[in-house]
C-alpha cells in the first residue's frame, strides 16, 4: 500500500472519531499507531474522560467486527473465553464462543475484574489463541485489545500483573480536557446524562480488514537506520539500573518502540524513522514497563518524569 494511502485512511479515521469524542488528539494518534503496529492499547483515567468512549468510537470507525466486555469483580474466565457445553440431543460437547473470539475487543474497566480473570487475555493478547479444556483455538490474526482502566488509587481495582502490562504496546494517559474543548463537549453532548449508542452519530467505517493488513505489511517495511536501532536500545536500556527505577524496560520494549516508531513515520507519509518519532511514543511505550523504586515514589518522581529524564540524557542520532 501506497504512503499517501494510508494518510488518507489514518486521516479519515480522525476525523470520523472526532465526530464524536471532543479533543483527546494524542491519545488518538496513539490509538492509530497501534492500529498499524498490531499492537494492543491501555488506556486509563479517572471516570469521565471519555475512554470507553474513545475505545467504541475508534472500534466503529474500522471495518472489523468489534465486541465489548464490562470487566466486574464477579466475572470469570469462561465468560471471556467461552466455554464447552454438552448437547444432550447429541451427547457431545461444542464450544459457546466467548467475546474474546472477535478482530477489535473493548476490554472495559479491565482491572475491575480480579487478576484470575485478567489473566484469561494473557494468551489471547501474545499468541492470537486460547485454550479451552486442554484445545487451542485460533483468534483473528489481527485481534486487538482496547482495554480501560481506572488509576489503581481508586476503590475496587485490581492492579494489573507486569507480565499482562508488558502486552500492550501502550499505556495511553487519558487527562482532562482543556477548557475551550470541554466547552465544546457540554454544547455537544450536554442535554443528556447518558453516553448515547455510537450508531447515533452516524460513523461509517473508513478501513476495511483488507486495509489493515496493508497498511501493517506497508509499516514492516519502513526503513530503520542503524543509527535509530541503535538510539531505541539505547533508550530502553538506559532504564534498567537506575536508582529511581526498580524494574527497568524489557527487551521486548524495544522491538516494541521500533515497530511504533515506523507506523508513526508512515502516518507522517515518511519511508524512514527519525528519532522524533522515537521521542513522541517513547513514554506510552514504556511508563507501564519501568517500576519506580520505593524512595523515588515517596520523593514524587512519576515514571512519565523519570523517562523524560533519560529522554534527555540519551543523546539522539542527528
Known amino acids: 500500500m501506497e504512503l499517501t494511502r494510508i494518510v488518507e485512511i489514518t486521516q479519515s479515521l480522525r476525523q470520523e472519531i472526532h465526530r464524536v469524542v471532543v479533543g483527546q488528539d494524542r491519545a488518538l494518534d496513539l490509538l492509530l499507531v497501534a492500529l498499524l503496529s498490531d499492537g494492543h492499547v491501555l488506556l486509563e483515567g479517572v471516570p469521565g474522560t471519555a475512554k470507553t468512549l474513545l475505545a467504541r468510537a475508534f472500534a466503529a470507525g474500522l471495518g472489523l467486527e468489534f465486541n465489548r466486555i464490562q470487566f466486574t469483580p464477579d466475572l470469570m474466565p469462561g465468560d471471556v473465553l467461552g466455554t464447552n457445553l454438552f448437547d444432550f440431543r447429541t451427547s457431545t460437547f461444542s464450544l459457546t464462543k466467548g467475546p474474546v473470539f472477535t478482530e477489535v475487543l473493548v476490554a472495559d474497566e479491565i482491572n475491575r475484574t480480579p487478576p484470575k480473570t485478567q489473566a484469561a487475555l494473557l494468551q489471547a493478547m501474545q499468541e492470537r489463541a486460547v485454550t479451552i479444556d486442554g484445545v487451542t483455538h485460533p483468534l483473528s490474526a489481527g485481534f486487538m485489545v482496547l482495554a480501560t482502566q481506572n488509576p489503581i488509587e481508586q476503590?475496587?481495582?485490581?492492579?494489573?500483573?507486569?507480565?499482562?502490562?508488558?502486552?500492550?504496546?501502550?499505556?495511553?494517559?487519558?487527562?482532562?480536557?482543556?477548557?475551550?474543548?470541554?466547552?465544546?463537549?457540554?454544547?455537544?453532548?450536554?442535554?443528556?446524562?447518558?453516553?448515547?449508542?455510537?450508531?447515533?452519530?452516524?460513523?461509517?467505517?473508513?478501513?476495511?480488514?483488507?486495509?489493515?493488513?496493508?497498511?501493517?505489511?506497508?509499516?514492516?517495511?519502513?526503513?530503520?537506520?542503524?543509527?535509530?536501532?541503535?538510539?531505541?536500545?539505547?533508550?530502553?536500556?538506559?532504564?534498567?539500573?537506575?536508582?529511581?527505577?526498580?524494574?527497568?524496560?524489557?527487551?521486548?520494549s524495544a522491538n516494541m518502540l521500533a515497530t511504533a516508531a515506523r507506523a508513526h513515520a508512515a502516518m507522517r507519509g515518511r519511508a524512514y524513522v527519525i528519532p522524533d518519532d522515537v521521542k513522541f511514543l517513547a513514554q506510552a511505550v514504556l511508563r507501564h514497563r519501568v517500576v519506580l523504586a520505593p524512595g523515588a515514589e515517596i520523593e514524587g518522581t512519576t515514571a512519565d518524569a523519570a523517562i523524560g529524564t533519560i529522554l534527555e540524557e540519551v543523546e539522539a542520532p542527528r
Not at 175 to 202: A, K, L, N, Q
Open 155 to 252: 476503590e475496587g481495582t485490581y492492579p494489573l500483573p507486569e507480565a499482562q502490562l508488558d502486552r500492550f504496546l501502550f499505556k495511553i494517559a487519558v487527562g482532562y480536557p482543556d477548557r475551550d474543548e470541554e466547552r465544546t463537549m457540554v454544547r455537544v453532548h450536554g442535554h443528556r446524562t447518558v453516553t448515547p449508542p455510537i450508531s447515533e452519530f452516524g460513523l461509517r467505517p473508513v478501513a476495511s480488514r483488507e486495509d489493515v493488513l496493508a497498511m501493517r505489511r506497508a509499516v514492516a517495511a519502513i526503513r530503520l537506520s542503524d543509527e535509530i536501532v541503535d538510539y531505541v536500545v539505547d533508550l530502553v536500556r538506559a532504564t534498567r539500573g537506575r536508582p529511581a527505577l526498580l524494574c527497568g524496560g524489557s527487551p521486548r
